[in-house]
C-alpha cells in the first residue's frame, strides 16, 4: 500500500551523464515536491509543483529540472550531474498547499562517480 | 520567514530512559509544526504534527510533542525509549497564511544502547 514510490532507490551515474529520478503516488495529491539530502543535513526544497503549475527555489542550480507529466508521475532530471550532487533525493505529495501534511517517499540515493 | 533550531545534534541514551528532544522555532505569524523521523537509507515519515487544537499531541508509538506559544517551542519526548527508535528526528515548520516551504531543522540524531 506504498502512497509515494519512488525509483530507483539507488542510483550510480558518472560525472557529466544526464540523469532522471522517478516519484510516482497513489494519494491524487495536487502537490509533488522534490527534495535534495546531503549527509547530516536537513531536506532541502529543489521545487514544488501544484497541480501544473511548477515552483522554483530561487537557489535551486540550473542544472536541476522537473517534469509533471500528469498527477500521478514527477521526475526530477539533472542535466549534468557533478560530485557535489551526490545526495538522497526525497519526493514528497501534499494535498494542498498552505501548511498541508507532506508524506514522503523513501528516497533515492544518487552517487556520482 | 521561518526558521527552525534543533540545538542538540546527537542525544545518546540508554533503553528504556526518557528521553527529550529540543526544538525552537522563529516565526512572525502562527505556524504548523511536525516532527518526523528518518531511519538509516528511508525517506522521512510523519511522526507527529500540531495544526491546531490541543497543545499536546501524541504518536501512535509513544512519543508526544508539547506546542508552547510562549517559549516557541515544539520538543519531542518519549518517557521510555526502545532500541528500535534510533534515527534521525527533524522538526519542521511552516507557515498557515499561504503556501510557504517546509523548513526543517538541521535534526537530531537519537541513539538508544542497551
Known amino acids: 500500500d506504498a502512497m509515494v514510490i519512488q525509483n530507483p532507490r539507488y542510483q550510480v551515474t558518472q560525472f557529466g551523464k544526464p540523469v532522471t529520478l522517478s516519484c510516482s503516488q497513489t494519494?491524487?495529491?495536487?502537490?509533488m515536491y522534490w527534495y535534495q539530502q546531503k549527509s547530516s543535513q536537513a531536506p532541502k526544497l529543489l521545487f514544488h509543483?501544484?497541480?501544473?503549475?511548477?515552483?522554483n527555489e530561487a537557489d535551486t542550480p540550473d542544472n536541476f529540472q522537473s517534469r509533471r507529466p500528469n498527477t500521478s508521475f514527477c521526475f526530477l532530471d539533472i542535466r549534468s550531474p557533478g560530485l557535489g550532487d551526490a545526495a538522497m533525493y526525497l519526493c514528497?505529495?501534499?494535498?494542498?498547499?498552505?501548511?498541508?501534511?507532506?508524506?514522503f517517499g523513501p528516497g533515492t540515493r544518487l552517487l556520482v562517480l | 520567514a521561518q526558521s527552525v533550531t534543533q540545538l542538540d545534534s546527537q542525544v545518546p541514551v540508554f533503553e528504556e530512559a526518557p528521553v527529550e528532544l529540543r526544538c525552537n522555532y522563529s516565526?512572525?505569524?502562527?505556524?504548523?509544526l511536525f516532527w518526523y523521523v528518518q531511519y538509516p537509507n528511508q525517506g522521512l515519515q510523519l511522526l507527529l504534527k500540531?495544526?491546531?487544537?490541543?497543545?499536546l499531541v501524541e504518536s501512535i508509538n509513544g512519543f508526544e510533542a508539547e506546542f508552547n506559544k510562549s517559549q516557541t517551542s515544539f520538543h519531542l519526548r518519549k518517557p521510555s525509549v526502545h532500541i528500535s527508535d534510533t534515527a534521525e528526528y527533524f522538526c519542521?515548520?511552516?507557515?498557515?497564511?499561504?503556501?510557504?516551504?517546509?523548513?526543517f531543522g538541521t535534526g537530531t540524531r537519537l541513539l538508544v544502547s542497551p
Open positions: 514528497a505529495t501534499s494535498r494542498d498547499r498552505g501548511g498541508k501534511t507532506q508524506y
Open positions: 494519494l491524487n495529491h495536487n502537490v
Open positions: 509543483y501544484y497541480d501544473k503549475d511548477f515552483n
Open positions: 516565526s512572525s505569524v502562527s505556524v504548523y
Open positions: 500540531y495544526l491546531s487544537g490541543s497543545t
Open positions: 519542521a515548520v511552516t507557515d498557515n497564511t499561504g503556501f510557504q516551504k517546509l523548513v
